[in-house]
């Protein structure tokens, strides 16, 4: 099972919205609803931000939102403050009842 | 508050075994399915393996990078995921995660996670 693709880096300046992709195939990401995303900080363990595509756990800012069209998830921070500079990675099921992990992607808040 | 706890880590040669666990404390630990992550040194991370909470059937799930080498168990009486690791290569040489999913079912939706473990395997 290969890593879902998303982009090395993206950048954004303090109150920006940024967007995260993850492309994945129809017998992933196109094929369940099963799409989580997590954020990582340097030497710690990551974090949930989303799950289910759409849907934050308790105590997740409102400013991370979620969706997904066809093979393609997206995560959009709105307001991006300092601290979600951070790794952020999304994962999905999988038709041979696996999960798959993003290739991950670094926010940089300029 | 919900606290996982890692041990079992270390530097083992090409083809050894180790045995990790994580004690969990401040939840229902049968109730919910658990799971390894892991994460080679600077790279991403990668699933590893899962076990379901009770109703659930309890069902286990893995990595084809790790399937018939790695088998993932639990006690419930004693709070515990295990992770059993053998015929070890150098590429599973990484930090070991425990991580509680947010109910029985395995959806890799890990909303507690260990601080994990280092796993080198090297000669």
């Known amino acids: 099972q290969s890593a879902l693709t998303q982009p090395a880096s993206v950048s954004g300046s303090p109150g920006q919205s940024i967007t995260i992709s993850c492309t994945g195939t129809?017998?992933?990401?196109?094929?369940?609803?099963?799409v989580s995303w997590y954020q990582q900080h340097p030497g710690k363990a990551p974090k949930l931000m989303i799950y289910d595509v759409s849907n934050r756990p308790p105590g997740v800012s409102n400013r991370f939102s979620a969706s997904k069209s066809g093979n393609t998830a997206s995560l959009t921070i709105s307001g991006l403050q300092a601290e979600d500079e951070a790794d952020y990675y999304c994962s999905s099921y999988t038709r041979s009842s696996t999960y798959v992990f993003g290739t991950g992607t670094k926010v940089t808040v300029l | 508050e919900v606290q996982l706890l890692e041990s079992g880590g270390g530097s083992v040669q090409p083809g050894g075994s180790l045995r990790l666990s994580c004690a969990a404390s401040?939840?229902?630990?049968?109730?919910?399915?658990m799971s390894w992550v892991r994460q080679a040194p600077g790279k991403g991370l990668e699933w590893v393996s899962a076990?379901?909470?009770?109703?659930?059937?309890?069902?286990?799930y893995y990595a084809d990078s790790v399937k018939g080498r790695f088998t993932i168990s639990r006690d419930n009486s004693k709070n515990t995921l295990y992770l059993q690791m053998n015929s070890l290569r150098a590429e599973d040489t990484a930090v070991y995660y425990c991580?509680?999913?947010?109910?029985?079912?395995?959806?890799?939706?890990?909303?507690?996670w260990g601080q994990g473990t280092l796993v080198t395997v090297s000669s």
């Open positions: 129809s017998s992933d990401v196109g094929g369940y609803n099963y």
């Open positions: 076990i379901g909470g009770s109703g659930s059937g309890g069902g286990t």
């Open positions: 401040g939840l229902t630990f049968s109730t919910y399915a």
């Open positions: 991580a509680k999913d947010l109910g029985a079912l395995a959806h890799n939706n890990n909303d507690y």
